[in-house]
């Protein structure tokens, strides 16, 4: 069964960085597309980056010059990067699989930024 584990999560003070990982298990990693999600307090899921099977990436506006999506496939390993982080970057951040089995998604990690 192929899953999805995310890490990294933590509280930061607003302006911090932190690196988040989703470790995805699954011979055929190279061919999954990925992407990165999070649900603030009381809001929708939003996508935040995305990277596809061949390292083409994709960010939402809010994330566009501060976050950076990469992936190892040695290590079948996805991260997001965040820096510049700020109060309303709080919010559980999912991984994904986008492209099997109709979406693998992980637990999540929380991630909160005080001011």
């Known amino acids: 069964q192929v899953q999805v584990v995310e890490s990294g999560g933590g509280l930061v003070q607003s302006g911090g960085t932190l690196r988040l990982s989703c470790l995805a298990s699954?011979?055929?990693?190279?061919?999954?597309?990925m992407a990165w999600y999070r649900q603030g307090p009381g809001q929708q899921r939003e996508l935040v980056a995305s990277?596809?099977?061949?390292?083409?990436?994709n960010y939402t506006h809010s994330a566009k010059g501060r976050f950076t999506i990469t992936r190892d496939d040695a290590k079948h390993t996805v991260y997001l990067e965040m820096t510049s982080l700020k109060p309303e970057d709080t919010a559980v951040y999912y991984c994904?699989?986008?492209?099997?089995?109709?979406?693998?998604w992980g637990k999540g990690t929380l991630v909160t930024v005080s001011s």
């Open positions: 994904v699989i986008t492209n099997y089995n109709n979406g693998v």
């Open positions: 699954g011979s055929i990693f190279p061919f999954y597309a």
């Open positions: 990277i596809s099977s061949t390292g083409l990436t």
